[in-house]
């Protein structure tokens, strides 16, 4: 199972930008490739909701709700996948979380929090 870490979250204002990362561990580098990754996010009281997808094969999507604000990458080499958000909203601030998922596994990392505020 994968062990994700996220990190780049922060506080900032609204209109800022963010660059979130999530780094997989060393014992999955040599089948990285395969898996399909993922950012989730969750707000206080509120469902954990999918923000952005990219497949093993680089294939990128992103929520309505982001649209043009948000880039998910990866990048295979250094086994990282990247969340470029840009022009910030405070309806952004939530705890985001990296997904790894290849077949029947689905791992999670620990979560790196957000929040836009003024």
């Known amino acids: 199972q994968l062990h994700l870490v996220e990190s780049g979250g922060g506080s900032v204002q609204p209109g800022g930008s963010l660059r979130l990362s999530c780094v997989a561990p060393?014992?999955?580098?040599?089948?990285?490739?395969?898996?399909?990754m993922a950012w989730y996010r969750q707000a206080p009281g509120k469902q954990r909701e999918l923000v952005a997808v990219?497949?093993?094969?680089?294939?990128?999507n992103v929520a309505d709700s982001v649209k043009g604000r948000f880039t998910i990458s990866r990048n295979n080499s250094r086994k990282t996948v990247t969340l470029q958000m840009n022009s910030l909203k405070s309806e952004d601030t939530a705890v985001y979380y990296c997904?790894?998922?290849?077949?029947?596994?689905?791992?999670w990392g620990q979560g790196t929090p957000v929040t836009v505020s003024s």
């Open positions: 060393r014992s999955i580098f040599s089948v990285f490739t395969i898996y399909e």
């Open positions: 997904n790894a998922q290849s077949g029947s596994d689905n791992s």
């Open positions: 990219i497949t093993s094969s680089g294939s990128a």
